[in-house]
Each structure stands twice: as C-alpha cells, then as structure tokens.
C-alpha cells in the first residue's frame, strides 16, 4: 500500500501567521489612515511649488517677487500697487497679489492648520535675474526641508 504525504500547513503555523499579521496591523495600519501626514506632504508640497513658481515668475516678469512666511502660512505678492499695476523699477511696497496659476484665485498663498512652517530669512525676494535675495531654509513641521540658493535661485526639497 503506498501513503500518500498531505500537502499543507499545521495548525501552529497557521496560528503563528495570524500573530504576526495581527502584530503587523496593530502597528502599521494605523500610519495609513493619520490625517496629519498627508496634509503635511500636501502643504510641503504646496509651499515648494509656490517658491519655484515665484523664482520663475520673477524671471519671466522681470518684476521682484517677495515670499512672505509666517507661523503656518505663506503668501507671494509683487512690487506695485492696484493704481500702478506695472512694475516699477523700484520700491518698497508690495501690494499687488500674485493669481494662483492653477486655480486662478486672486492671491498665491496658503495655509494648514496645526502646521508649522518657519523660514531662516522672511520675507525673501527673487529678483528679474532668478536669484534670491539670500540663503534660504523653509522648515514644514520641523522636519520636512526647502532650500533656496541665492546666487542661482535654485529652489529644491532638501530633507534628509
């Protein structure tokens, strides 16, 4: 008579993966679903693409263009003013808003609620040549880093 040899898993092994798949749940299920994470990439991502959109309108204008940050928020506006829209040679006042280029709403800035972001030079400005007025770090949430350099104006995510 010849056996035959069943193919499959004991009941130890069994047992033993719905462990360590429950350990794997408990702990990594929980970083898919925390809101904060991704509104946190979402605005680093925002301010980034604002200060490279503000470096290359610089350029493509010939106007200075000021990045303004504060405690969770950003905003990017022009030399001028409403009655003289045009951009003068120079200046200190910075009123008119930059439109959204996507959205098209009437001012380029930003926030998120319960997040930071800080700037190691505020306000900062690109100038028509495409360089910044200095050094730069934007810090989102204390971890997360743009860099500007300012001889070039070269804007980039520089987060280790």
């Given at each position: 008579?010849?056996?035959?040899?069943?193919?499959?898993?004991?009941?130890?092994?069994?047992?033993?993966?719905?462990?360590?798949?429950?350990?794997?749940?408990?702990t990594?299920?929980?970083?898919?679903?925390?809101?904060?994470?991704?509104?946190?990439?979402?605005?680093?991502?925002?301010?980034?693409?604002?200060?490279?959109?503000?470096?290359?309108?610089?350029?493509?204008?010939?106007?200075?263009?000021?990045?303004?940050?504060?405690?969770?928020s950003?905003?990017?506006?022009?030399?001028?003013?409403?009655?003289?829209?045009?951009?003068?040679?120079?200046?200190?006042?910075?009123?008119?808003?930059?439109?959204?280029?996507?959205?098209?709403?009437?001012?380029?800035?930003?926030?998120?609620k319960?997040?930071?972001?800080?700037?190691?030079?505020?306000?900062?400005?690109?100038?028509?040549?495409?360089?910044?007025?200095?050094?730069?770090?934007?810090?989102?949430?204390?971890f997360?880093?743009?860099?500007?350099?300012?001889?070039?104006?070269?804007?980039?995510?520089?987060?280790?």
């Amino acid at each position: 008579m010849i056996k035959k040899q069943l193919a499959g898993f004991t009941l130890v092994e069994l047992v033993m993966m719905l462990v360590i798949l429950s350990v794997i749940s408990a702990t990594a299920i929980p970083h898919f679903f925390d809101k904060n994470v991704f509104a946190e990439r979402a605005f680093f991502d925002d301010v980034l693409h604002a200060v490279q959109y503000a470096q290359k309108l610089s350029v493509a204008t010939e106007c200075t263009v000021r990045v303004s940050v504060s405690s969770n928020s950003y905003t990017l506006s022009r030399r001028g003013t409403a009655s003289s829209p045009k951009c003068p040679a120079t200046g200190t006042i910075y009123a008119l808003d930059i439109p959204h280029p996507s959205t098209g709403e009437s001012s380029y800035s930003g926030s998120e609620k319960d997040i930071t972001l800080t700037s190691s030079s505020t306000p900062f400005y690109f100038y028509s040549s495409g360089s910044s007025s200095a050094d730069v770090t934007l810090t989102v949430n204390g971890f997360r880093t743009i860099s500007v350099i300012a001889e070039t104006g070269f804007v980039y995510d520089s987060t280790p």
